[in-house]
């Protein structure tokens, strides 16, 4: 073989080699080749693995099914953090992560404490704070008494206190079956109205709840323009799942449209510790009483001036030396 064709022979080799090592490359690096301003688009059949901070030991990791603009959550960020523009035509507008599944309400009566514990755990392992050593707070879920009634969505916003208060779905299975709800509403008493009045809007479910890693915060929608209660638009915090994950510590520092209704002791004047916890309590009016959440907290206590209306919250796990102090996390409240 003469040099020139040894030569022809050697950068053919050489090309062949660069052929299969880029083939190679591409099918261990399949996103290289990829255009990186194109939209990302996240399979939903594959768990969104999150690298949360050291110090969120707490927080393992997210399963989310979303789809977004790699960036979306970027714009405007010195500008707009925790502000909400109800001028926007979507909620989705908001600097969002990713949207987390609202469960629905589910019948609780006669179950057992480890049962609840059960259920308990398996919403915790679908959200944020999923964590393998989770367990449900005694604090909170301790007094659960096994076998017994839990009071009745319906009684509480429809009927009334009765013998049968606690059939159909269970109102504390909003806050076990949504763990994500740190803080959610509820009404200072039961309500009592004809059933044409009654309305799945007195639940005071949430519609939408978004997760922002880059806000620290999480933001809860509630549809409740239309609650028929017979309170109208006076509502009670509740940050039961707060608590459960120790989040023990809040302070609302911005309002808008929102007034408490102890003007010199609540939640937006000062670092307020949240006391929710079920029980077995005798509210309800069945015999033997009925599992419910406890105790009202006159200084969670609120009105809405008008619609839309919104409570941001600071949350800290350990007593903050003011108000002013680094927030755990950021908690959202929208009301429409």
């Known amino acids: 073989m003469n040099n020139n064709t040894e030569n022809q022979f050697k950068k053919f080799l050489i090309i062949i080699v660069i052929i299969v090592s880029a083939i190679i490359y591409g099918i261990i690096k399949p996103d290289f080749f990829k255009d990186k301003n194109s939209v990302l688009k996240l399979s939903s059949q594959k768990?969104?693995?999150?690298?949360?901070?050291?110090?969120?030991?707490?927080?393992?990791?997210?399963?989310?099914?979303?789809?977004?603009?790699?960036?979306?959550?970027?714009?405007?960020?010195?500008?707009?953090?925790?502000?909400?523009?109800?001028?926007?035509?979507?909620?989705d507008e908001y600097l969002i992560t990713g949207s987390i599944p609202i469960n629905p309400m589910t019948d609780l009566n006669y179950k057992t404490k480890e049962e609840i514990y059960k259920l308990r755990k398996s919403y915790v392992e679908k959200t944020i704070f999923k964590n393998r050593r989770y367990?449900?707070?005694?604090?909170?879920?301790?007094?659960?008494?096994?076998?017994?009634?839990?009071?009745g969505i319906e009684a509480l916003t429809c009927y009334g206190k009765n013998p049968k208060a606690h059939m159909g779905l269970s109102e504390e299975s909003r806050y076990i079956n949504n763990p994500t709800m740190l803080i959610g509403l509820d009404r200072v008493s039961f309500d009592e109205k004809p059933k044409n009045l009654c309305s799945v809007v007195d639940y005071l479910m949430p519609v939408k709840i978004n997760?922002?890693?880059?806000?620290?915060?999480?933001?809860?929608?509630?549809?409740?323009?239309?609650?028929?209660g017979d309170l109208g638009k006076n509502f009670l915090l509740k940050g039961l799942n707060a608590k459960d994950f120790g989040y023990l510590y809040a302070y609302a520092d911005k309002l808008e449209n929102v007034a408490f209704l102890q003007p010199d002791v609540n939640i937006s004047n000062n670092v307020h510790q949240f006391q929710d916890f079920i029980h077995l309590g005798q509210a309800c009016g069945v015999?033997?009483?009925c599992n419910n959440g406890s105790p009202f907290q006159k200084e969670l206590n609120f009105t809405v001036m008008k619609y839309p209306a919104s409570i941001h919250f600071r949350l800290w796990k350990k007593q903050p030396k003011n108000p002013e102090t680094k927030e755990d996390i950021n908690y959202l409240i929208i009301l429409k």
């Open 47 to 91: 768990p969104w693995q999150e690298e949360f901070l050291q110090d969120k030991a707490d927080i393992d990791d997210v399963d989310i099914k979303i789809e977004y603009p790699e960036n979306e959550f970027k714009k405007d960020d010195a500008e707009n953090k925790f502000d909400f523009d109800f001028a926007k035509p979507s909620e």
């Open 135 to 151: 367990t449900p707070s005694e604090d909170v879920f301790g007094q659960i008494a096994d076998k017994k009634p839990w009071l």
């Open 211 to 228: 997760y922002s890693k880059d806000e620290n915060t999480i933001k809860v929608v509630f549809e409740v323009s239309e609650y028929r």
């Open 287 to 289: 015999s033997g009483g």
